[in-house]
């Protein structure tokens, strides 16, 4: 595990802080979250893009498949 120092303004930090216990965690393990969200939300981006790369070209061949019974 690496650890990582963070400048936040005092104000930003109490916020976070308050956020952290309402939901019964540390600020840590909530900045912890809030990586994760963000890494599985640029995953996501990355797959969307890879497939509207790789369907590029290809409208009426979908439509075709989207008008099968």
Request: net charge positive; charged share 35%.
């Amino acid at each position: 595990m690496t650890a990582m120092t963070v400048r936040l303004p005092d104000d930003k930090y109490r916020r976070l802080k308050e956020v952290a216990h309402q939901r019964g965690t540390s600020v840590n393990r909530l900045i912890d979250e809030m990586a994760t969200l963000m890494l599985a939300e640029l995953d996501a981006e990355t797959r969307f893009l890879i497939r509207a790369e790789r369907g590029r070209g290809n409208l009426a061949r979908g439509l075709e498949l989207l008008e099968k019974d």
